[in-house]
């Protein structure tokens, strides 16, 4: 019996030790994969396409293109500066992140007129989040992992989508 009992807790200790720990996910990064969020696995599409790059003093930068529009073609180019902490990439949303964006309307730069009415729109729609910490981290979810973001340590569950990492030479683009 006690054979039984520690041959069981030996299986479902190795099994717990073969999943991917959620903090693992950023070891995808590190090895220059690009992370697809709301992927279409058959199409290589995704809403949102983000590589992490570290530097020597332990910052992480994220660069990103997320869709916003399908017809046409909108999204807009952003990158931010944080912290690993956790398991989780942590950074503090400043005005210059929506200041600096870049709109692509139909894979061309958006005229310089929509491009400010754009500034404007994303200004007021990440308003509340200027200023507060955001944490991205991931759960094993199925082949991929399911996103997990905090603002200010609050779980916002509405953000929350199905991510993977993918190969820069794979042909994965934010399209719709």
């Excluded at 902490?85 to 400043?94: H, I, L, M």
Aim: a neutral charge; proline letters at 5%.
């Amino acid at each position: 019996m006690a054979l039984a009992t520690l041959f069981a807790a030996a299986t479902i200790l190795a099994a717990a030790q073969a999943e991917p720990a959620p903090d693992d996910a950023f070891a995808q990064a590190r090895a220059g994969r690009l992370l697809c969020s709301a992927p279409n696995v058959a199409r290589r599409t995704c809403e949102s396409l983000s590589r992490f790059t570290w530097s020597k003093d332990g910052r992480v930068r994220q660069t990103s293109e997320t869709l916003l529009a399908q017809d046409p073609v909108l999204s807009f180019k952003s990158s931010s500066t944080g912290m690993m902490r956790s398991g989780a990439y942590c950074g503090t949303v400043g005005s210059e992140d929506v200041d600096d964006a870049v709109f692509i309307v139909d894979g061309r730069p958006a005229p310089r007129r929509v491009a400010e009415q754009l500034h404007e729109l994303l200004s007021s729609a990440l308003a509340d989040f200027v200023g507060r910490e955001v944490c991205l981290s991931f759960m094993p979810s199925g082949s991929g992992f399911r996103s997990v973001v905090t603002v200010n340590g609050l779980n916002y569950t509405h953000l929350s989508e199905t991510v993977i990492w993918v190969r820069p030479n794979e042909g994965y683009a934010v399209k719709p």
